[in-house]
T-cell receptor, first 113, second 112 residues
Framework: DVKVTQSSRYLVKRTGEKVFLECVQDMDHENMFWYRQDPGLGLRLIYF???????EKGDIPEGYSVSREKKERFSLILESASTNQTSMYLCASSPGQRNSPLHFGNGTRLTVT | KNQVEQSPQSLIILEGKNCTLQCNYTVSPFSNLRWYKQDTGRGPVSLTI?????NTKSNGRYTATLDADTKQSSLHITASQLSDSASYIC???????????FGKGTTLSVSS
C-alpha cells in the first residue's frame, strides 16, 4: 500500500515565521503535489513536481515555494507565514501514468496567529 | 470555464438506505473522472476512476456512473453504513498536463 507521510498533523506558527511542511512517499512516484483545503473552497493546487528538482506552479502559488531534492520528498515552504495561510495542507503523490489516482497524506492543519 | 459542481452540498440518511450523489462538469478536453472519499481529519482516498469510454464502475458498495455526453456523473452508495459518513469529492482531469479540477464535495452523514 502506498504511504504518503506528512511530518506534522498540527502546527501553530506566528505571523512572519518561516514554515516548512514535509512530505515523504514510499512508492517511487514521479509526481508529487501540495494542495490546501479550505471550507467552501475545496482543494486548490499550490505547486506540483514531475521529477527531482522540477517544480511547477499550481493555481495559488503566491506566498509559497517548494523543494524536491530527492524523489521521495517534497517540501512546502511558507517564506513568511500570514494569517490567511491558516489552512489544511494536503500532500499527494502519483505515478507518471495519466489515469493513476492520487495518494494523499493525512494533512497538516496549520494555524498562523 | 472549467468547473465541477456537486450536489447536494450535504445529505443525511439512515443506516441501511441507499443514496446518490451528483457531479456535473464543464471541463474540456476531458480525460477522466474520479471520486474520492475523505473521512474527517484524513486525506482523500480514491474510490473510482473512469475514462471517456467507461460508463459504470463499482468498488464494493460504491457504484459510479459517467455520461460523457451530458457531462454528468453520479456516485451511488448501496446499503449505507455508519462508516460511509464522509465527504465525497468529484474530480475531473483534463487531457492537457496534470490539471485536476476539484468539486467542493458532498458531505454525507449516516445515522443509526
Amino acid at each position: 500500500d502506498v504511504k504518503v507521510t506528512q511530518s506534522s498533523r498540527y502546527l501553530v506558527k506566528r505571523t512572519g515565521e518561516k514554515v516548512f511542511l514535509e512530505c515523504v512517499q514510499d512508492m517511487d512516484h514521479e509526481n508529487m503535489f501540495w494542495y490546501r483545503q479550505d471550507p467552501g473552497l475545496g482543494l486548490r493546487l499550490i505547486y506540483f513536481s514531475y521529477d527531482v528538482k522540477m517544480k511547477e506552479k499550481g493555481d495559488i502559488p503566491e506566498g509559497y515555494s517548494v523543494s524536491r531534492e530527492k524523489k521521495e520528498r517534497f517540501s512546502l515552504i511558507l517564506e513568511s507565514a500570514s494569517t490567511n495561510q491558516t489552512s489544511m495542507y494536503l500532500c499527494a503523490s502519483s505515478p507518471g501514468q495519466r489515469n493513476s489516482p492520487l495518494h494523499f497524506g493525512n494533512g497538516t492543519r496549520l494555524t498562523v496567529t | 470555464k472549467n468547473q465541477v459542481e456537486q450536489s447536494p452540498q450535504s445529505l443525511i440518511i439512515l443506516e441501511g438506505k441507499n443514496c446518490t450523489l451528483q457531479c456535473n462538469y464543464t471541463v474540456s478536453p476531458f480525460s477522466n473522472l474520479r471520486w474520492y472519499k475523505q473521512d474527517t481529519g484524513r486525506g482523500p482516498v480514491s474510490l473510482t476512476i473512469m475514462t471517456f469510454s467507461e460508463n459504470t464502475k463499482s468498488n464494493g458498495r460504491y457504484t459510479a456512473t459517467l455520461d460523457a455526453d451530458t457531462k454528468q456523473s453520479s456516485l451511488h452508495i448501496t446499503a449505507s453504513q455508519l462508516s460511509d459518513s464522509a465527504s465525497y469529492i468529484c474530480v475531473v482531469s483534463r487531457q492537457a498536463g496534470t490539471a485536476l479540477i476539484f468539486g467542493k464535495g458532498t458531505t454525507l452523514s449516516v445515522s443509526s
